[in-house]
Nanobody, 127 residues
Framework: QVQLVESGGGLVQAGGSLRLSCVAS???????????MGWFRQAPGKEREFIVA?????????YAADSMKGRFTISRDDAKNTVYLEMNSLKPEDTAVYYC????????????????WGQGTQVTVSS
């Protein structure tokens, strides 16, 4: 089992920035670098939506939309078993619970493709 813990959420004004972190605990016979990681978010009353994923070896990323690519940046530090989501120019519509997720192998963009999830971290953007 992979355990994921997100942090870094909070209240920020529109136009501000946040950096979310997700620390992974992986089985002793695996390494963090074996997992592709994704970030999702879920706003009240809405379905969980994909934001971005990073390949298991860090050589590729996939964003849900070009609009997100300009404001959100995913990165990983395998030495720290951590994936990050840098968010800039935040808007009130970015308000949501943000989740990281892990899967073995290639990147994916659907909720059902990821077997391992964190508990989420709340991001609230005020206008």
């Amino acid at each position: 089992q992979v355990q994921l813990v997100e942090s870094g959420g909070g209240l920020v004004q529109a136009g501000g920035s946040l950096r979310l972190s997700c620390v992974a605990s992986v089985p002793s016979d695996r390494t963090f670098s074996a997992y592709s990681m994704g970030w999702f978010r879920q706003a009240p009353g809405k379905e969980r939506e994909f934001i971005v994923a990073i390949r298991w070896d860090g050589t590729g990323t996939y964003y849900a939309a070009d609009s997100m690519k300009g404001r959100f940046t995913i990165s990983r530090d395998d030495a720290k078993n951590t994936v990050y989501l840098e968010m800039n120019s935040l808007k009130p519509e970015d308000t949501a619970v943000y989740y990281c997720a892990a899967r073995s192998g290639v990147m994916a963009a659907t909720v059902k493709s990821y077997p391992f999830w964190g508990q989420g971290t709340q991001v609230t953007v005020s206008s």
